[in-house]
């Protein structure tokens, strides 16, 4: 019985690194389709189109069953999304801006703080 494990042992660490591509390709796509969706007017739909694609990308080499086609559609899927990421964060940032702004208008028509330091007169 160890014979065989052992002259199994190549063939059951390739299955486990085919598993733990196809898992890490599906998470993959099910995050970038789920980034899309949150993303909604914040991405131009170029960028969606690429994410899209890409993510069909992935899903026809899950079914291929090969490990070095896996990681490649998702290090592109990666790279689609990096370009997705990147047009959230500056729409987060100028939504950001935008109400900072606001904010501190509003700030300045409000009282004036004065910064003050309090002394004990009846400790002495």
């Keep these: 019985m160890v014979s065989d494990a052992e002259s199994h042992a190549e063939e059951d660490r390739a299955q ?3 598993a733990e591509a196809r898992n ?3 998470n ?3 995050q970038a389709e789920k ?3 949150e993303a909604g007017e914040k991405v131009d739909e170029a ?3 690429d994410v899209r694609s890409a993510v069909k990308g992935v899903r026809d080499a899950l079914e291929s069953g ?3 086609e896996l990681d490649s559609k998702v290090e592109a899927l990666n790279t689609a999304m990096t370009k997705v990421s990147e ?3 500056a729409a987060a940032s100028a939504e950001a801006a935008a109400s ?3 904010e501190n208008g509003a700030a300045a028509d409000e009282e004036e703080v004065v910064d003050a330091e309090v002394v004990d007169e009846e400790g002495k």
């Design 16 to 18: 486990r690194e085919l």
């Design 24 to 26: 890490l390709a599906e």
């Design 28 to 30: 993959a796509a099910y």
């Design 35 to 37: 980034a899309l969706d």
């Design 47 to 49: 960028a969606k189109e």
């Design 66 to 68: 090969s490990k070095e």
């Design 87 to 89: 047009q959230i964060y």
């Design 100 to 102: 900072g702004d606001s």
